[in-house]
């Protein structure tokens, strides 16, 4: 079985604070402006609403209002999938397709092509690590990660380092497979367009 990475540039506190804000404005602009969306979210899941899982609205409403969040332990992943929707609202899709689809350590794989860069202030496995934004409980899927404005610059000054070192002789240009270079490479993209507008994240799904 194939996993994904969905991958948003975005104001990560901005984005979190709509996580128990309890607005009916944000709410009723859901209801107006995606009726369409919500309900072919329910039609890809309708045997799961049938036994119990929240609708994709239901699932909006308990994120925006900080719950509660009450189905069933294996549906809990309708709350991860509406989480994930305000993050494509707020922020900006970046390109994944190194990622979507992987397979098995791929990810892994990619970090230690990161390492091998010199780079250790961020991972790719962190988006399927480090869980939801609390109160939203932790479920297998979808995996959330976030790489911080902080952490993104350490992790270009280290990836500059490398570099500089390579092209003055210093060191050896790692050798790696080129599936490798372009997934490394790639997420590298994702934390210099965060850089280049101060004070965004880079936020990942796993699904």
């Known amino acids: 079985m194939s996993s994904s990475l969905h991958i948003y540039l975005l104001d990560e506190a901005a984005t979190r ?16 402006h995606y009726a369409d969306r919500l309900e072919e979210q329910d039609d890809d899941f309708r045997a799961e609403i049938a036994a119990g899982a929240p609708t994709a609205y239901e699932a909006v409403r308990a994120v ?13 992943f309708r709350y991860g999938y509406a989480y994930e929707w305000l993050c494509s609202l707020t922020g ?15 990810l892994s794989a990619v970090d230690e092509g990161l390492r091998a860069m010199g780079v250790t202030a961020v991972t790719v496995s962190a988006f399927g690590a480090q869980g939801l934004p609390e ?22 000054e280290q990836f500059n380092v490398t570099m500089r070192a390579a092209e003055a002789g210093e060191r050896p240009f790692p050798e790696l497979e080129k599936e490798i270079v372009d ?25």
């Open 17 to 32: 604070a709509l996580v128990g804000c309890r607005s009916e404005e944000n709410l009723e602009f859901f209801r107006t």
């Open 64 to 76: 925006i209002d900080g719950g509660p969040f009450d189905a069933p332990a294996q549906y809990a």
């Open 92 to 106: 900006s899709f970046l390109p994944d397709d190194r990622f979507t689809p992987h397979r098995g350590a791929w």
């Open 135 to 156: 109160p939203l409980p932790r479920t297998e899927l979808p995996g959330c990660g976030v790489w911080t404005p902080e952490e993104i610059s350490r992790a270009l």
């Open 183 to 207: 997934a490394v490479f790639q997420s590298l993209g994702w934390a210099q367009a965060a850089a280049d507008r101060e004070g965004l994240s880079v936020v990942g799904f796993r699904f």
